[in-house]
Nanobody
Framework: DVQLVESGGGLVQAGGSLRLSCHVSGFTYDDYAVGWFRQAPGKEREGVSCLRRSDGSAYYADAVKGRFTISSDDTKNAVYLQMNDVKPEDTAVYYC???????????WGQGTLVTVSS
């Protein structure tokens, strides 16, 4: 079975940094896309970033562009979201995702909570 397991969430002060990790397992094809979504309290889930592994193309939501960076490490089957200069509005449950291509999602992780204090 395909599994995505996130880690790295927690409490961080505004202006600080945090790195989320996601371990990916069970994919049977090589060229898939990985990404991150988030859902803030009382709001709809939204896409944050997506990485197309076939050519390294990365996409970001306008709200995080220039502050967040998505990357992957194939040797560890891991995907990361480096979050810098975080803001209170970044507070949300962050979900790791995988699919055939950006922005499609076939599998969701269980989510990890990020809380940014002001």
């Amino acid at each position: 079975d395909v599994q995505l397991v996130e880690s790295g969430g927690g409490l961080v002060q505004a202006g600080g940094s945090l790195r989320l990790s996601c371990h990916v397992s069970g994919f049977t094809y090589d060229d898939y896309a990985v990404g991150w979504f988030r859902q803030a309290p009382g709001k709809e889930r939204e896409g944050v970033s997506c990485l197309r592994r076939s050519d390294g193309s990365a996409y970001y939501a306008d709200a995080v562009k220039g502050r967040f960076t998505i990357s992957s490490d194939d040797t560890k089957n891991a995907v990361y979201l480096q979050m810098n200069d975080v803001k209170p509005e970044d507070t949300a449950v962050y979900y790791c995702t995988a699919g055939s291509d950006c922005p499609y999602v076939d599998v969701w992780g269980q989510g990890t909570l990020v809380t940014v204090s002001s």
